[in-house]
């Protein structure tokens, strides 16, 4: 409701909606509870990615004339009503062959990947920690935030081990909350003033363990990053502000390497000096303290990775972290699991002219 | 650690997955491989993911292979594990090719590498199901 009266829009308005799979049955449950007859749905999941994958289908779908006005909402609560992974009505064929070894939440998978990196790259725990201590100085601009005290590298690397090599302030906070986009028309974004910003390019991609050929140093960004870009006609270096997926830091520093911010394996060198920290560091990143500070609705990330992008865009982030000039933006998000299989999704976005 | 401090679940079988349980209760460490492609399956199921054939057969694996990557699981809220803790959840890639989520057991895991060769265990669980985990390899890779 929150973002259609940002928008000037109403629910009578919305003819498009999208959402996840994890409430009831999905848009047949929630289009109930919003009031919505909309003519057109998508509730392709591919975890806490989901909602920038719904960024670029409700485009799409805009775009060949199904929808003019489309909702994106999601929102959960595992903090107050912790409930663990829904279990499918069919187990995943993949599940007892993970499960069976403690393969349980995903703090194990993607601290698999994690210590792959390192082996590969010479990525170290202090550099992993540096991504921590760029959320957490932009949390303390944020009264909303879970964890607002600004953190060091040495309190990262002290706090307990929770399955190596991630620390529990490796690891992003549980909370409840949500969150909703809307996506419209041009010919109902020009009577909506000059607050909305504008869909340059969105890309997704699946990753998966192939065949027992999994390489845990990547992640499906290799793909939807430049997809992305081709699609909005923009470089990595283009780009003045990112909203990256951070479920752990590892997410974060794994998806800047793939998403061409700086060359593959020096994600460590690259974030360890400070390039995270808004407004000057040279990848302003996260501004609402991400998931490791702020919030991470449902265990999901996603939909607040577009929503502090849009902040950005329309210089409504906090003054402390305001990039100047903000132009363009780009919202990258991650789901399932980066240590198995996983569904990564790139969106790009500019402020309106 | 030891492999008898792990919880031996029973697992999830399927028309798909059976003949690798059931080999394990039987010590053999079988494999799906493609009579198309020759590729090796993993995880096992009814036909090759790398090139679509149906044409494919049981194979015995040599067991033996060397950590890809791992972690030391320190913190568990489920039962069974949580008494485990530390336990180690590796990719083991086989000397076949496949990269295989297991247990590396019998081990000091604050001394484990990637890259050290490990070899195959069955352990037994009290109703009979047979599991595969791994374990330190000292000698050379099978050939």
Redesign the interface.
């Known amino acids: 409701m929150g973002a259609l009266v940002d928008a000037g829009l109403t629910l009578a308005d919305v003819d498009g909606y999208f959402c996840d799979s994890t409430a009831g049955f999905g848009p047949i449950s929630m289009t109930e509870y919003l009031g919505l007859k909309p003519r057109y749905v998508d509730s392709t999941e591919t975890g806490g990615s989901s909602y920038i994958v719904h960024v670029g289908h409700a485009a799409a779908a805009i775009a060949a004339g199904k929808c003019r006005v489309a909702l994106i909402t999601m929102a959960g609560r595992p903090r107050s009503a912790p409930q663990g992974m829904p279990a499918p009505a069919e ?1 995943s ?12 939440g995903i703090a ?1 998978a993607y ?3 994690a ?2 990196h390192m ?1 590969e790259y010479g990525t170290t725990s202090a550099q992993l920690a540096a991504v921590k201590v760029a959320a957490a100085h932009h949390a303390q601009y944020n009264p909303n935030a879970m964890l607002r005290d600004p953190v060091t590298v040495e309190q990262v690397l002290e706090s ?7 620390h529990r302030l490796d690891c992003c906070v549980v909370s409840d909350g949500g969150g909703a986009i809307v996506v419209v028309h041009p010919s109902v974004a020009k009577d909506l003033g000059d607050r909305c910003v504008t869909v340059l390019g969105q890309g997704e991609a699946i990753k998966h ?1 192939d ?4 390489d ?1 140093t990547y992640t499906a960004a290799v793909e939807s990053g430049p997809r992305a870009f081709a699609e909005a006609g923009v470089t990595p270096k283009d780009i003045d502000y990112v909203s990256i997926y951070d479920s752990f830091t590892i997410t974060a520093l794994v998806a800047i390497e793939d998403l061409g911010f700086c060359p593959k394996g020096k994600g460590g060198k690259f974030v360890q000096d400070g390039a995270l920290q808004a407004p000057h560091g040279a990848l302003p990143f996260n501004t609402d303290g991400g998931g490791l500070c702020n919030n991470h609705p449902s265990n999901r990330g996603g939909v607040t990775k577009v929503i502090e992008a849009v902040r950005q865009l329309r210089g409504e982030a906090h003054p402390e972290v305001q990039v100047p000039d903000c132009e363009l933006a780009l919202a990258h998000g991650t789901g399932g699991s980066i240590g ?1 299989r996983m569904g990564s999704a790139t969106l790009i976005v500019g402020r309106s002219s | 650690m030891s492999a008898a401090s ?2 031996v ?1 029973a ?2 079988l ?1 028309e ?2 059976r003949p690798f349980w059931e080999g394990l209760k039987q010590s053999r460490f079988l494999l799906p491989r493609c009579n198309g492609c020759a ?5 096992p ?1 009814g036909f090759c ?2 090139c679509g054939s149906l044409d494919t057969a049981w194979q015995e694996a040599s067991g033996r292979g060397r950590i ?9 809220g ?1 039962p069974g ?1 949580s008494e ?1 803790v530390p ?1 180690v ?3 083991v890639e ?1 000397d076949e ?7 590396i057991v019998a081990c000091d ?1 604050d001394a484990l590498t ?2 050290s060769p490990v070899r195959v265990v069955m352990p037994v669980g009290d109703d009979g199901q047979a ?1 595969f ?1 791994f374990q330190p390899d000292g000698g050379p890779p099978a050939q």
């Not at chain 2, 890809?68 to 568990?76: F, G, L, P, Q």
Request: net charge positive; hydrophobic share 40%.
């Open positions: 187990p064929p993949e599940t007892t062959f993970e499960e069976t070894w403690g393969m349980f194990p601290a698999l990947a210590q792959r082996y307990p081990m929770v399955s190596d090599p991630l363990t065949n027992g050929g999994i845990l198995s | 792990l919880p679940p697992p999830t399927t798909e997955t590729a090796w399956i993993w995880y199921r993911p790398a890809y990557s791992y972690t030391v699981v320190r913190k568990s489920l594990w485990a336990y959840i590796a990719y086989l090719g496949p990269r295989v989520m297991s247990n895991p990637i890259g599991l985990r």
